[in-house]
């Protein structure tokens, strides 16, 4: 027992393994330098080198690995969500759920994609008559909406013709528009089976060249993406508009994009004793300037006529290395400097699997259990117990992960942790939603259905909250409570709730035309946003802490989402808004003033306000 008084546990062995003898990592050591200490000088060298070279061959392979498939994930990260809001749209046009002569219900649903989808610029719809209706996000972020007649546009009757023989939507090629090169989606709208109408989803691409840039940070190298083999789609210099770039010429030469490196990548070899042997991507060297740098790209399809690369180029130096371990050993023949040498190689490789454990350790310390895998076991006996004591501490945290607010916690962790928590007054503003109706709404109805019909709505809402950095502070039946200007510091807090608010309503009537498509009542939802002080920080006992606000302006909060039960006791949605939010909103909210209202709990009337959705 130790000293402290805490008392060991034997981790126990796992069910069906056999107990086998395993050596401890100071006999192995022990061992291991006893007979390094003994080999001639000659083969010390032969394995150095070779060991080297072959470590540093897997280091280029890990970087590279890691490099196309940063890249890859983020270019379907970036485009995927367009794609599937475009699917949305053709099922519910194909449904039935939507009409494409229905103008005003067409722009809620094209509204609500834009508003939902930050990738997406523009969308535009039209039928086989060549009515239009467009739907484009403004340069701050505001949507707007166009209707029109295409029947003398000659691109666009083109367009129709190849789209109508589509099965499913395809990748057009790049266009410039508004300053900005975009991707297109084509999408063909059908309903029983016929061509009703069109879709074209334009999505901006400049994101990938900030996401290039970050890479190229940390790589100390350059990232980029190029359409065939002289177009620059993506690159550092390219996180803004390029003098060069017009609807004639959407995406800049690779000539012309200001890296002198990058134009050499179809000239670069394979490199010598590296194999790429089972790794889906391209690996080469060049020579400029008397400096060596190496290539890594991946070649993708399926996003216009031509291919993409994604990857990076940054300098090798693995033959330095190599060769200046070679000079230094030759010239180095003291037993110290060998012992050392070979001490250095072994410590790495009983380091891995303790990497593997810090690494992973890291990314439970952020929460983020999705990327974190289990150790394989080990033949020796310290590492085996780690491994098993690792792979016993991520099965339990995962079992409790689902009731831990992840975001929440992380940026608490970020701040600080729970030693950098104190209880504050802070000025907030706080989102109340409740479901109109909800007792009626349910009645009959299964628990099993109740619980996942809140899971999905509350899905939606909550949804809304993280797109706007919210923290969802707590569920009460059927209503969320989230606030906004905690733990992070938020000067536009009321800009922010009453965003969110926005997208839960077209969230809402969204999901209320599937639930019409199944024979289902809509959700009515009432909402109410206050902004005002309240004391913020972990509310409990040590038992059971909460990170909470509590205050008569969440009272307050509470109320005016209760005051839409009167003041708009059949609507869809109702928002409603205080005096004190009001005044922080700019001129892209549309508010209408409903009255001065006395709130229960508060002395003097209060000036409440409806957000137009």
């Given at each position: 027992m130790p000293e402290d008084g805490r008392q060991l546990t034997k981790i126990p062995e796992a069910k069906g393994r056999a107990r086998i003898w395993r050596p401890t990592v100071t006999l192995v050591l022990a061992a291991s330098m006893a007979f390094l200490v003994l080999?001639?000088?000659?083969?010390?060298?032969?394995?150095?080198?070779?060991?080297?070279?072959?470590?540093?061959?897997?280091?280029?392979?890990?970087?590279?690995?890691?490099?196309?498939?940063?890249?890859?994930?983020?270019?379907?990260?970036?485009?995927?969500?367009?794609?599937?809001?475009?699917?949305?749209?053709?099922?519910?046009?194909?449904?039935?759920?939507?009409?494409?002569?229905?103008?005003?219900?067409?722009?809620?649903?094209?509204?609500?994609?834009?508003?939902?989808?930050?990738?997406?610029?523009?969308?535009?719809?039209?039928?086989?008559?060549?009515?239009?209706?467009?739907?484009?996000?403004?340069?701050?972020?505001?949507?707007?909406?166009?209707?029109?007649?295409?029947?003398?546009?000659?691109?666009?009757?083109?367009?129709?013709?190849?789209?109508?023989?589509?099965?499913?939507?395809?990748?057009?090629?790049?266009?410039?528009?508004?300053?900005?090169?975009?991707?297109?989606?084509?999408?063909?709208?059908?309903?029983?089976?016929?061509?009703?109408?069109?879709?074209?989803?334009?999505?901006?691409?400049?994101?990938l060249s900030a996401l290039a840039a970050d890479l190229s940070a940390v790589l100390d190298g350059t990232a980029f993406v190029l359409q065939g083999r002289d177009r620059v789609i993506a690159h550092p210099n390219l996180t803004s508009s390029h003098p060069e770039q017009s609807p004639d010429n959407p995406v800049?030469?690779?000539?012309?994009?200001?890296?002198?490196?990058?134009?050499?990548?179809?000239?670069?070899?394979?490199?010598?004793?590296?194999?790429?042997?089972?790794?889906?991507?391209?690996?080469?060297?060049?020579?400029?300037?008397?400096?060596?740098?190496?290539?890594?790209?991946?070649?993708?399809?399926?996003y216009g006529s031509k291919?993409?690369?994604?990857?990076?180029?940054?300098?090798?130096?693995?033959?330095?290395?190599?060769?200046?371990?070679?000079?230094?050993?030759?010239?180095?023949?003291?037993?110290?400097?060998?012992?050392v040498a070979a001490a250095f190689l072994l410590g790495r490789l009983i380091a891995r699997p303790i990497r593997r454990v810090a690494e992973g350790t890291a990314r439970i310390g952020h929460?983020?259990?999705?990327?974190?895998?289990?150790?394989?076991?080990?033949?020796?006996?310290?590492?085996?117990?780690?491994?098993?004591?690792?792979?016993?501490?991520?099965?339990?945290?995962?079992?409790?992960?689902?009731?831990?607010?992840?975001?929440?916690?992380?940026?608490?962790?970020?701040?600080?942790?729970?030693?950098?928590?104190?209880?504050?007054?802070?000025?907030?503003?706080?989102?109340?939603?409740?479901?109109?109706?909800?007792?009626?709404?349910?009645?009959?109805?299964?628990?099993?259905?109740?619980?996942?019909?809140?899971?999905?709505?509350?899905?939606?809402?909550?949804?809304?909250?993280?797109?706007?950095?919210?923290t969802v502070d707590k569920f009460i039946g059927d209503a969320l409570m989230a606030f906004w200007g905690a733990p992070d510091s938020q000067p536009d807090t009321a800009v922010r709730a009453c965003r969110a608010a926005l997208a839960m309503a077209a969230a809402v009537t969204a999901d209320n035309q599937r639930r019409k498509a199944e024979g289902k009542p809509p959700v009515r939802l009432r909402i109410g946003i206050h902004t005002g002080p309240v004391v913020v920080g972990n509310i409990g006992w040590p038992g059971r802490i909460n990170y909470t606000i509590v205050g008569d302006t969440v009272n307050s909060s509470q109320r005016l989402e209760a005051l839409g039960k009167d003041l708009g006791p059949d609507e869809e949605v109702i928002i409603l808004v205080s005096d004190a939010t009001a005044k922080r909103l700019d001129h892209r909210f549309k508010l209408d003033l409903a009255g001065r209202f006395e709130i229960r709990g508060k002395s003097a009337a209060l000036e409440v306000y409806r957000l137009r959705t």
């Open positions: 080999l001639s000088v000659v083969l010390v060298i032969t394995i150095q080198v070779s060991a080297s070279r072959k470590n540093t061959y897997e280091l280029l392979r890990e970087v590279a690995s890691l490099i196309v498939e940063y890249m890859d994930r983020s270019l379907r990260d970036h485009l995927e969500p367009a794609q599937a809001q475009a699917a949305f749209i053709a099922r519910q046009i194909e449904s039935g759920g939507f009409d494409l002569q229905d103008r005003a219900r067409l722009r809620d649903l094209l509204v609500g994609a834009v508003a939902g989808t930050p990738q997406i610029a523009a969308l535009l719809t039209w039928d086989k008559d060549f009515r239009r209706f467009a739907v484009w996000r403004g340069p701050d972020g505001s949507t707007g909406v166009l209707e029109g007649d295409f029947s003398d546009d000659p691109l666009i009757r083109a367009a129709s013709e190849e789209m109508e023989s589509l099965q499913e939507a395809v990748w057009g090629e790049l266009v410039f528009r508004e300053g900005a090169a975009r991707i297109n989606l084509r999408q063909p709208l059908r309903r029983d089976g016929e061509v009703v109408g069109f879709l074209v989803v334009a999505i901006a691409v400049q994101d800049v030469h690779i000539d012309r994009v200001g890296d002198v490196v990058l134009p050499e990548i179809w000239n670069a070899r394979p490199i010598e004793g590296f194999s790429a042997e089972g790794f889906d991507a391209k690996v080469v060297r060049v020579v400029l300037a008397e400096q060596e740098y190496a290539f890594v790209y991946r070649e993708v399809t399926g291919p993409w690369y994604l990857g990076a180029w940054f300098q090798l130096t693995a033959d330095n290395v190599v060769d200046r371990l070679v000079r230094s050993i030759e010239w180095s023949l003291a037993l110290l400097v060998l012992a929460l983020d259990l999705a990327h974190v895998d289990t150790l394989g076991p080990s033949r020796l006996l310290e590492l085996d117990n780690q491994a098993q004591a690792f792979n016993a501490m991520l099965a339990s945290l995962r079992s409790f992960e689902t009731y831990v607010p992840r975001r929440l916690v992380t940026r608490l962790i970020r701040a600080g942790g729970e030693q950098a928590v104190t209880s504050e007054e802070r000025e907030l503003t706080i989102l109340f939603t409740d479901i109109a109706d909800f007792t009626r709404l349910s009645e009959n109805t299964p628990a099993a259905e109740v619980a996942a019909f809140l899971n999905q709505h509350f899905g939606l809402l909550g949804a809304c909250v993280e797109a706007e950095d919210g």
